[in-house]
């Protein structure tokens, strides 16, 4: 008698499950699971932060160019020639390392009047560390700057353009910007100067207040780099350094990393 009560509710527990998953299927159980999952995701995201994309320039039609400086040196000249020659200041975010191995380098970029930023001092994968751990780093790397130029940067880039919110806390207590770009050129993938140029010019995310990303050792940005700098005047963009781009108070920062002034 036993055994036939349980194998009555083996098969009336089996049945319940088929139709479940055929109502699922049919899209019957849609609207619980929404109501279930959806809330707790946007919440999730509604509370995660972000740093600068790009900025809302009120209508000006204005880029920044960004180099990110955390391997080799031997195109400095060339870049700040091209960069000189179409009268643009850049920003040139730099590793500690980077700092310690060309400081004649670092001196040139400082000297041309381009802005100097903060990559962290080692390039590690910050997200994987504590808040303590990316203070520390970021320190690192802005005593190195300050002792050799005697400036205090205040533009924070993480390095491979990994963060969380503890990231973005470590540098915001050091006294930095968290830069990030909405307009990757992907030179560091060495497709070939046509692609750099398109890549850069018809990116889907140009647009006022855009940043700009490149390398300062990539394989071709130093043969692209004054065409793609006649190319965005052409479209009207005036070019100028990230520090002149954002806004230092009163903004917010919305859903797509755009900073906005209050």
């Known amino acids: 008698m036993l055994k036939k009560l349980f194998k009555r509710k083996r098969l009336i527990l089996a049945a319940l499950v088929l139709t479940a998953a055929f109502s699922l299927s049919a899209g019957l159980l849609r609207p619980v699971l929404t109501a279930v999952f959806y809330p707790t995701a946007a ?6 932060q972000l740093p600068i994309y790009c900025v809302d320039t009120r209508g000006e039609k204005k880029v920044a160019i960004s180099f990110d400086a955390a391997w080799g040196a031997d195109d400095t000249d060339t870049l700040l020639d091209i960069l000189n020659k179409n009268d643009v200041k850049a920003t040139f975010f730099l590793c500690g390392y980077w700092v310690d191995k060309y400081p004649d380098e670092v001196r040139k970029i400082f000297a041309a009047g ?7 001092d080692t390039h590690p994968h910050s997200a994987q560390l504590s808040l303590e751990q990316n203070k520390e780093n970021i320190t690192a790397c802005h005593e190195k700057i300050q002792k050799l130029l005697n400036y205090t940067p205040f533009l924070y880039r993480p390095p491979f353009g990994e963060y969380n919110d503890t990231v973005l806390n470590a540098a915001k207590e050091c006294g930095y910007y968290p830069i990030q770009w909405d307009v990757d050129s992907l030179d560091w993938k060495e497709l070939g100067c046509d692609h750099e140029i398109n890549r850069v010019l018809n990116h889907k995310h140009l647009g006022n207040g855009s940043i700009i990303l490149f390398h300062n050792d990539a394989k071709y940005t130093p043969d692209v780099l004054d065409e793609i700098i006649k190319g965005l005047k052409d479209k009207g963009y005036e070019i100028v350094p990230v520090s002149e781009l954002i806004h230092k108070e009163n903004y917010t920062i919305d859903h797509e990393g755009r900073q906005i002034p209050e």
Do not use: F, L
């Not at 919440?43 to 995660?48: D, I, L, V, W």
């Open 43 to 48: 919440a999730s995201a509604a509370k995660k």
């Open 114 to 120: 381009h802005d100097i930023g903060n990559h962290s």
